[in-house]
Every structure is written in structure tokens, then in C-alpha cells.
């Protein structure tokens, strides 16, 4: 276990999700806004869909050699002066970094916008343990100071709203005039950068994420937005790159390759505003940069993926188009799915990190409409392995009984052609005879969650075939 | 040709169709079924309809790999002596097009044959117009309607301009576009049921698409979804006709609307 998940209560959340009015209005703005910039963007690249062909290729091509490329990887950066460190699970991560900041003398960590400390829990760790851990991208700061968990990844506070930021800002900013005017977002902006400005100042250690790590040349790669990124890295004395192993690209040619699908599916951009490349410590002649620069390689679960059906979740870039697009994302939001990683990519993901027993329900609910598919710029078959983990599930009685004891019903019948017959000639006759007049039932037994809401269209009443029957006989084959 | 025409003879005027009717249609439209029926035989073609029941989808995507096999290898069986295999469903036709080769990977003696059936596997519209080269049809129905996109046909099978063109062709017929007809609406099988909160929540954002376009009729090529929308509105309250767009192609539209009751009074 990394940190806590709600994921075997994912029901209950998303009840509460589609209660809350508050939350619903939010996810409208992701719905309209990602999608048609992400259109936009991928119409005016004519070789759009040859570069995602690419980009699938260069990830299967990495993960074939993941071994080896890891290695050299690590070489290169050692040759530059920095330190690997290969973590097996959350936990050796967080000791890790621990002893890194503790060695730095630490008592600040600024922080770039990561998912992997968000998976090893790495604030509660610092804190804990008396250092204080301080987000710097704006919708990481919002949520740190909620004590919340992001609820999409590239956007992690995409479920609140200006109002409740500056409810948050003017409880945590004590030192500022109560009397301030926070009306536009443009002021909050403003006032996060003010305060944040110190912290940059003040820390000893910066943590970021990577987007990409280069073997050919030991640089590690973040695009942000906010620039915040960059002072995390370059002011401390101590930059800590903390990335999973499947960030692992060949070459800076890759890397471009990757880069322009990343941000178009992503925000709908042709790259985003910040592209930095680090490569080791700062050198003689560099005129800023960190004294020690450390690499920490998480596992977590993930080589175990590598050679199964979930192989192909290692191609994922974290552009988050997949939960932009999904409905049910739109209908629930992120922190719904319960733990660090939401929508279809959450999905598949999170049953291998944290096992399908506590995330079974995420594979499921999934109308295997294909749309996130059909936009992951690395092609990523997400339905394909959101059924994969339905096929685990039932190989290990994992679902309800009720479900498991339907399917087989079905197929029991189905498998009899005769009694599947005779059986639907009756069923549907009654039905069709007792909604007849209506044309519908408001309520059936055994169906309450489709008619909670929405009625069952009666059926006709005869079946295809034994109509068919009746009129085509002797025509049919 | 003569009704009693060996299927030798047959073979070499008109392609041979095995009407994939589905489960749905089977059991609960069956004039859908008459209307492929219709559509496929003025296409020229001659259409059978062998014993079947279901391509083993709900198995599939619940998980019970063993029960899909068992029904794919009925129904490659059942298909494989014809020219084609028509469904009136992108989704079934996706099951058998899309997964069956994926579901026989491993093995060696039936993945050829499913492949093949695969290869054959086609849903109705875009097997008139692709196939057939189908352009226009001539059927009485006047009215502005409204399409919706199945995910299954739309994204797994490209079914998407094949309806539109048919439709077009009709004289009487005007189509107004649904906001977002390329979104699910929500019905996704056995989810509609096991996640029915967060199901009524995207039919419910459907639903106020569809009577946004102010159209008096919404059509679709599956009836899963059919079943979905329709079973929305009505709980709404709302008096818009849901119909498989088979129906309206072929002229079939006695049958009450999907949902509506056959003496409107009684309703």
C-alpha cells in the first residue's frame, strides 16, 4: 500500500460526485474546454496520426529494452555528476528522498507537479518526519492546502471553483489584509506567486517529476506551464527528480517525437509554455543550478506489468486526454475513482499498483465507449485492458455474484439454440402481452437500476426467429 | 429468381447474407430485423437468417472469456457459409469484426475461421452503401429527425457517414445534428445496470441534447441505446419517437416507437 485509497467505495463516491452541485458545474468545464482545443490541435497537424503511430512505436520499442535502456540511462547520469537511486516500492522512494533532504540539511522542500510523489505519499513522509513539503504548481498549492488529492492529472484542481480557492487563500494567508480583494482569478494568481516566491527562496531542496528521461543523454524532462517547475529545480541547492520507470526514452530525437502528441492531447498546445531539460548538477561554467543532483527510479508494481496483457499501459505519457474524454469521467470526476491516478488510465493502472481487489470496480465502470482510445496519442487500448482486468475478476470470483450469475444464466440459454427458443418465446410473448398497452414498464423485477431511471420499452411481443420461421419457411437456408 | 433456387444458383446472381439479427432484435424489435430484411433484399442481395442467438459480447466484456468462446464458435458456425454476415448493430458487428480475432488469438484452429467471418462482418448501413454502393432508398417517411452515433459502430467500425447518406437520400426526410452525437449515452450493457447512477447521468445529459435539437424523432443504428434513450425520454416525459433507423430507411414505421404504446390514448 502507498497511499490511502477509496477505491473499493467507488459506488458511494460517485453517488456523492453526481450529488454535488458544485462539483457538476466544474466538470462542464472540463468537458468543452480540453476537447475542442485538443481538436483544434490535432487538425492542424496533418501528420497528427502518423506521429501518434510513432509515439506508440518508440514506447513499445523502450519497454522492450527497458533493462537496458535504464542502464544506460543511469550511467550518463552519473557521468554528469548525479546520483540514481532505484526504489522497488513506495516505500524505499520515500526513504530515499528522506535521507537525501535529510543529508541537504532540509527543512523546505519545494515541489514541481508530480504524480509519482503523489503516489508514494512523499508530503504526509516529509512532514512526518519535520520538513516542510511546499507545492508550487497553483492547482497543487490549492489542493495541498485543502488536504486533498488531485482529481485529474494534468489538472489537479479542476474540481473546485474561484470562490472556494479564495475561501482557502484567505484561511491560509492569515498574514495578508482580511480585507483584500480576491474577486478575479487574475488575484489569486497573483497572490499564489507572492507567496510562493518566498518559498522558492527558502527552500533547500526542489522535487520534481519527469516527464521523459533520456538515455542518451541522462537529461530529464518537464514541461509545465507556471514556470514553477524551473525555480524548483534550479534555485535549491538539491534538485530530486522523482520519476517511474517507464519514463524512459531512447534519444532527444524520441523525445521530440513524443513531445508533440504530449501537449496537444493534453491542453490542445503546441507545446507547453516551459520545456526544461536538466542533466546533472550545475557545472563550472553554468550560471545557475543545483550542487547535487539525485534521480529516483520507482518501480512500484510496474515491471511486474511488463511481458501481461497490461504491458501496453507502460506506453502512457500522462496527457489525461483519456479522462477528458470519458464520460463517466465527466459524470463523477477524479477523486471519485479513489486513489492517485482517475478516468480510463486510472482505470487499468491502479489495479496493478494497489491489486484488483481493491480497485475492481474501476475496469468496470466503463461503457467501453472507445472514445479514450481513440484519442491516446500512444494508442493505448484502454477498453482492451479495462476487460482484461474483467477477465481477472472473474477467473477469481472477484465480482458480485449477481453479475457473475447473469452472465452464466445468459450463456447457458444462448448456448441451447432450442431452449433459448422456447425460453425467449415465452418470456417475450408475456412481456410483450402484459406492456402491450403502455408500451413500456416504470418498473420490472430484477432490473431496479435500469428503471430507477428510465423506463423499459416493452418488447413486441413476437421473437425475429419465430416470426421468421412462420413466414419464411422453406426459404430460409 | 425462384424461391426454391438451390443455393448454388443463388450464389451466382445475389450475394448471400446472413442476417446477424441479435439478441436485441430478436427479442425484443423484431420489425428491425424486417426492415435489414427489406433493405438488404432491395440491395439485391438474398437474405438468410440460420438458427443463432447471441455473438457472445455481454461475456466478453463481463469477463467470462470461456462463455464468449463458446457462443463466437456457435456463431462462426452458424455464419461462415455466407458471402456476408450483416448486423443491424455496430456493436455486435464490432464484437464479431473488432474481437473476435482477438478473442481466438491463442488458437490456431478456430482464429483462421474467425478471422475470416470477421473479415465478412459488416453493420447494416455501411454494408448497403460500402458494399452494396447503395445511394439512394425510397421509402414514405417525411419528418426532421435526429442521429445519434453507437459507439461501437462509429469507433470500432467507422459508421458514421453511411447512415447520414441514406437518410439524405430521402426525399421527406431533414436531419438535424445532435450536439455531441459522437457521446456515449451511456448504456454500455450490463453497466446501464451495475453502474445505473452514473448510467442515468449520462442519459440524462443525452436526453437533454436530444430535445435540444427539437426534432420529433431520434434515430440510432442500435438498439441497446435505443432502448436507453427511449426509456429516458419517456421517463421524462417527452413525446419524441425513438426508432432504429433501419425502420425509417425501409419504411417500416407502423410499429409503435420504441417505448410508445401501440394505441398513443393509453399512454
Given at each position: 500500500m502507498t497511499v490511502h485509497t477509496t477505491s473499493p467505495q467507488f459506488k458511494k463516491n460517485a453517488a456523492r460526485a453526481l450529488g454535488d452541485a458544485q462539483l457538476q458545474k466544474a466538470l462542464s468545464n472540463v468537458k468543452q474546454g480540453f476537447i475542442d482545443k485538443r481538436q483544434k490541435a490535432a487538425d492542424k497537424l496533418p501528420e497528427f496520426e502518423a506521429l501518434r503511430d510513432s509515439a506508440r512505436d518508440i514506447k513499445n520499442h523502450t519497454l522492450r529494452h527497458l533493462d537496458l535502456y535504464l542502464e544506460a540511462y543511469e550511467s550518463k547520469v552519473k557521468a554528469s555528476g548525479g546520483h540514481v537511486h532505484f526504489a522497488r516500492n513506495a516505500e524505499e522512494a520515500r526513504d530515499i528522498i528522506l535521507g537525501i533532504c535529510r543529508d541537504a540539511g532540509a527543512r523546505t522542500v519545494t515541489k514541481g507537479k508530480s504524480m509519482i510523489s503523489e503516489e508514494i505519499g512523499i508530503n504526509h513522509h516529509l512532514e512526518a518526519n519535520g520538513i516542510r513539503p511546499v507545492e508550487t504548481d497553483l492547482g497543487e498549492y490549492i489542493i495541498q492546502l485543502r488536504n486533498e488529492m488531485p482529481s485529474h492529472i494534468i489538472a489537479p484542481a479542476v474540481h473546485l471553483n474561484a470562490t472556494q480557492v479564495e475561501q482557502d487563500f484567505r484561511r491560509v494567508h492569515k498574514h495578508l489584509d482580511a480585507k483584500r480583494d480576491l474577486s478575479e482569478p487574475v488575484q489569486l494568481l497573483t497572490e499564489a506567486r507572492a507567496v510562493l516566491r518566498e518559498r522558492f527562496l527558502a527552500a533547500d531542496v526542489g522535487i520534481t517529476g519527469a516527464n521523459f528521461l533520456v538515455a542518451e543523454t541522462g537529461t530529464s524532462i518537464i514541461v509545465t506551464n507556471e514556470g514553477n517547475g524551473d525555480l524548483t529545480q534550479i534555485l535549491p541547492k538539491t534538485h530530486i527528480v522523482l520519476a517511474s520507470i517507464e519514463k524512459l526514452v531512447p534519444t532527444l530525437e524520441d523525445v521530440s517525437q513524443l513531445l508533440r502528441v504530449l501537449a496537444r492531447s493534453a491542453t490542445g498546445q503546441e507545446l507547453s509554455a516551459y520545456t526544461t531539460f536538466s542533466t546533472g548538477p550545475r557545472r563550472p561554467t553554468d550560471a545557475d543550478g543545483p550542487d547535487n543532483y539525485h534521480v529516483v527510479i520507482l518501480d512500484n508494481g510496474r515491471?511486474?506489468?511488463?511481458?501481461?496483457?497490461?504491458?501496453?499501459?507502460?506506453?502512457?505519457?500522462?496527457?489525461?486526454a483519456c479522462m477528458n474524454h470519458c464520460p463517466v469521467y465527466h459524470a463523477?470526476?477524479?477523486?471519485?475513482?479513489?486513489?492517485v491516478y482517475p478516468g480510463p488510465m486510472g482505470a487499468v493502472l491502479t489495479p496493478s499498483l494497489i491489486g484488483v481487489d481493491k480497485a475492481g470496480h474501476l475496469p468496470n465502470a466503463s461503457t467501453f465507449c472507445g472514445r479514450c482510445e481513440s484519442v491516446c496519442p500512444v494508442r493505448i487500448p484502454l477498453p482492451k485492458l479495462m476487460r482484461h482486468w474483467r477477465e481477472r475478476e472473474f477467473e477469481r470470483h472477484l465480482m458480485p455474484a449477481t453479475v457473475r450469475s447473469s452472465v452464466k444464466l445468459w450463456g447457458y440459454f444462448a448456448k441451447r439454440p432450442a431452449l433459448y427458443r422456447f425460453a425467449t418465446r415465452i418470456a417475450m410473448g408475456t412481456l410483450g402481452f402484459v406492456g402491450r398497452s403502455k408500451g413500456r414498464f416504470k418498473w420490472l423485477p430484477m432490473a431496479k437500476g435500469w428503471t430507477k431511471y428510465r423506463d423499459f420499452p416493452a418488447p413486441q411481443g413476437e421473437t425475429f426467429q419465430a416470426r421468421w420461421q412462420r413466414e419464411r419457411k422453406g426459404r430460409t437456408a | 429468381m425462384s424461391v426454391l433456387a438451390s443455393p448454388g444458383d443463388e450464389r451466382r446472381t445475389k450475394p448471400r447474407i446472413g442476417l446477424f439479427v441479435t439478441c436485441l432484435v430478436d427479442l425484443m424489435r423484431p420489425s428491425v430485423g424486417f426492415a435489414a430484411v427489406k433493405l438488404l433484399e432491395d440491395a439485391g442481395c438474398a437474405v438468410h437468417a440460420p438458427v443463432q442467438t447471441c455473438c457472445g459480447q455481454p461475456g466478453f466484456n463481463s469477463g467470462d472469456r470461456g462463455t464468449a468462446r463458446d457462443l463466437a464458435e456457435r456463431t462462426i458456425a452458424a455464419f461462415e457459409e455466407f458471402d456476408y454476415v450483416v448486423a443491424p448493430s455496430g456493436s455486435c458487428a464490432g464484437m464479431i469484426r473488432a474481437h473476435y480475432p482477438e478473442l481466438f488469438d491463442d488458437d490456431p484452429n478456430w482464429l483462421p475461421r474467425a478471422n475470416a467471418l470477421a473479415a465478412k462482418t459488416y453493420e447494416l448501413t455501411s454494408f448497403l452503401v460500402?458494399?452494396?454502393?447503395?445511394t439512394r432508398v425510397d421509402a414514405a417517411f417525411s419528418g426532421t429527425v435526429t442521429y445519434h452515433d453507437s459507439c461501437s459502430g462509429l469507433r470500432e467500425l467507422g459508421v458514421r457517414t453511411q447512415p447520414r447518406s441514406l437518410l439524405a437520400s430521402m426525399e421527406g426526410v431533414t436531419l438535424v445534428e445532435l450536439n455531441e452525437s459522437d457521446v456515449c449515452c451511456g448504456f454500455g450493457g450490463t453497466f446501464a445496470v451495475k453502474y445505473s447512477d452514473i448510467s442515468g447521468a449520462i442519459v440524462n445529459a443525452k436526453a437533454k441534447h436530444v430535445t435540444e435539437t427539437g426534432a420529433p424523432v431520434l434515430l440510432a443504428g442500435d438498439l441497446g441505446c435505443l432502448m436507453n434513450m427511449a426509456g429516458k425520454l419517456s421517463r421524462d416525459g417527452r413525446t419524441i419517437e425513438v426508432r432504429h433507423v433501419a425502420e425509417v430507411l425501409a419504411g417500416m414505421t407502423d410499429e409503435p416507437a420504441i417505448g410508445a404504446a401501440k394505441d398513443p390514448r393509453s399512454a
Open positions: 515491471s511486474a506489468m511488463l511481458g501481461t496483457n497490461f504491458e501496453e499501459m507502460l506506453r502512457c505519457i500522462r496527457c489525461g463523477v470526476g477524479g477523486h471519485a475513482y479513489g486513489w | 460500402d458494399v452494396m454502393g447503395v
